[in-house]
């Protein structure tokens, strides 16, 4: 089993930056891709962006793309989510999730089985 907590959000203005933290616990986190996924108020939640096991490999949700940027150090067993150049429109709850272990890139959250409570991120114009 996997546990995992995220941290580092907050309110910023539009065009400041965030740095979101997941810390895993658990055996399998380090075979394990991970993902970030988002959920504004009345919206489905929204893939954000994926790692693979390695870090070797990532990919991005259009919108956020060339602005935020995944990575994960596997000797701490966390996860980051650097967001830069923030808008209005990234406000909502971020949560990482653990992929199921085939690894495989995926956007969709029924591929992902273990997930944070979630971390509040608030852009102001």
């Known amino acids: 089993q996997v546990q995992l907590v995220e941290s580092g959000g907050g309110l910023v203005q539009a065009g400041g930056s965030l740095r979101l933290s997941c810390a895993a616990s658990?055996?399998?986190?380090?075979?394990?891709?991970m993902g970030w996924f988002r959920q504004a108020p009345g919206k489905e939640r929204e893939f954000v962006a994926y790692?693979?096991?390695?870090?070797?490999?990532?990919f991005y949700a259009d919108s956020v793309k060339g602005r935020f940027t995944i990575s994960r150090d596997n000797a701490k067993n966390t996860v980051y989510l650097q967001m830069n150049s923030l808008k209005p429109e990234d406000t909502a709850v971020y949560c990482c999730a653990a992929r199921r272990l085939d690894g495989a890139f995926s956007a969709n959250f029924v591929n992902y089985q273990y997930w944070g409570q979630g971390t509040q991120v608030t852009v102001s114009s």
């Open positions: 790692i693979s096991v390695s870090g070797g490999t990532t």
């Open positions: 658990g055996r399998t986190f380090s075979s394990r891709a």
